[in-house]
C-alpha cells in the first residue's frame, strides 16, 4: 500500500511551495487508494510555535488536503532515544567532545584552504574507556553518525532519476545536538520507517539529506523508500520564490479572495502537466490523473495572472451560484452591506462575470448593495449636462408602469424613453449609471435594473432627483 506524508514545520504560515508538496503528496496517495500522514516537525522548540501549527492545519483543510495519520515530533523523543541507543551500540554513530569552539577552527581552516568543509573524525575512535572518562567530567556532547569513508550512496529519483553522491561530501554528521535535542536527518527517517512512508514526497532542496537519511535506514536495517524530489517554484524573475515576489503563504491568498479549489488546481500545473491537457480540473479528476512520474524535473515559474485567471473561471463557470454565495457572503458582510440569500443569488446569477477573487466582490458589486452613495457636486453637474432631470423624470414613470426584471425588458424601456424624448441613446444610459451608482464604470445598468427591487430603484432616482431641485434652487 502507498503511504505518503507530508511533514512541515510550524515556523511560519503554508507557503505556496510546501503546500504544492502537500498537494502532490495526498493526489499520489489516493491516485493509489493510499494514505496520507501530516506530521509535525517541531523538534526546533525555539522556531516552533503553536500559532504555527494551527494556522498549517488550518490552511491544509481549507485546501482540501485530507490526512489519515496525524504526529507531533515533539511527542516522539522516547522513540528516537531507542533508535539512537542502537546506533551507538552497533557503532554506526559515536559521541563527540569536540566543543564549538574547536569545531569552528576547522571550519575556518577548511575554508582557508577553500575546500568543503567536513568534520576532521577526532572523536571517531574514542575508547569506550575515553568516552566514559569524559562523561564522568561532565563534557557535553553531540552524537555523530560514522559514514564509512569514501561510499558512494545511489538513488533513483521517481522525479530527478539516478542521483549519486558521495558521502566523503559530507563526513560523519550530528544526529544528537549536545543539548541531547535530535537533527531533522534522524528523526525523518525513524519517523518514515515507524510510521511505514513508501514514498517520500518533499522539495528538491532536501536533495542534499538524502544520502544521508538513506545511510540511517540502512544502519537501522529498515527499507529504504522511493523519493520524489519536487523542484523549486521560481518567481517571475526566475529567482527563488519569496516574499520579494509578493504574496506567498496560502493565508495571504486565501485573504485575497481566492478560491481554495481554484489554487488547488493552480498549484497543480506548477510541475506537472496533466495528459489530458485540460487545465481545470476538479479534485477527483487530479486524484485521477495525477502521477509523479509526469512531474517535470525543471523548476515552475509562478504567474499570479494565471492564477487569478483560473479564480475567475472557478468564479464564472465552475462553482454552482449557491457555492458562490456562500464564499462570498463573509467579504460582503465585512464591507457592512445588508442583503439576504436570496438577493445575492440573484445577484451573483448575473453579475458573476465582474470579478475575479472573492475580494473584489464588495466593490466591483457595491451597486447592488448601496443605495445612499454621495451625490457629489461634480456628479450632479455631470447629470445636469447630461439632461438627466428630464431623462429620469420619465424613467421612473416607465419603471413604475413596466417593472423590468431582466435585462432586455430593461434594455426596451431606454428604447421607450429616448422614443418619448428623442435624445441621445448615451445620454439616458450615462444619466441611469450615474443616478444608479455615482460612476460611468463598472456592472452593466442593465444587469443592475434587472436585480434591484422596484422600490430601491426608484428611491435612487428620487434621492438623485431631489438633489438636481436642490441644487437648481
Ligand atoms: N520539516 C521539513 C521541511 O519543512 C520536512 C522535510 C521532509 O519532507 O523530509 O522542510
Known sequence: MVKTRFAPS????????????????????????GK????IEDTDRERSKKEYEEALIEDLRWLGIEWDEFYRQSERFDIYKQYV????????????FCTPEELEKERQEAQRKGIAYRYSGKCRNLSKEEVEK?????????????????????????????????????GDFVIVRSD????????????????????????????????????????????????????VILGPDRSKLSKRHGAVSVRNYRQEGILPEALFNYLCLLGWTPPNDKEILSKEELIDLFDLKDVNSAPAVFNREKLLWMNGVYIREVLSVEELAERIEPFLKEAGYEFDRDYLIKVLDLARDSFETLKEAPSKLEPFFVDDFPLSEELLKKLSDLGAQEILKVVSQEIEKTSPSNPEEV????????????VKPKNIWQSLRLAMTGK????????????????????????????LEGAKA
Open 134 to 170: 569524559l562523561k564522568s567530567q561532565g563534557r557535553p556532547f553531540a552524537i555523530r553518525f560514522r559514514v564509512p569513508d569514501g561510499k558512494d550512496i545511489v538513488f533513483n529519483d521517481l522525479v530527478k532519476g539516478p542521483i549519486r553522491i558521495n558521502a566523503d561530501d559530507f
Open 180 to 231: 541531547g535535542t535530535p537533527t531533522y536527518n534522524f528523526v525523518v527517517v525513524v519517523d518514515d520507517a515507524l510510521m511505514g512512508i513508501t514514498h517520500v514526497v518533499r522539495g528538491e532542496d532536501h536533495i542534499p539529506n538524502t544520502p544521508k537519511q538513506i545511510l540511517i535506514y540502512e544502519a537501522l536495517g529498515f527499507k529504504v523508500p522511493e523519493f520524489a524530489h519536487l523542484p
Open 85 to 96: 541507543q542502537k546506533l551507538l551500540d552497533s557503532g554506526h554513530a559515536y559521541e563527540c
Open 36 to 39: 496520507l500522514v501530516l506530521r
Open 10 to 33: 510550524p515556523t511560519g504560515f503554508l507557503h505556496l511551495g510546501n503546500a504544492r508538496t502537500a498537494i502532490f503528496s495526498y493526489l499520489f496517495a489516493k491516485h493509489h487508494g
Open 411 to 422: 434594455k426596451a424601456l431606454a428604447k421607450n424613453v429616448q422614443k418619448a424624448l428623442g
Open 440 to 467: 460611468l464604470e463598472g456592472v452593466g445598468i442593465d444587469v443592475l435594473l434587472s436585480v434591484l427591487p422596484k422600490d430601491r430603484v426608484l428611491y435612487r432616482i428620487n434621492r438623485v432627483l431631489s438633489a
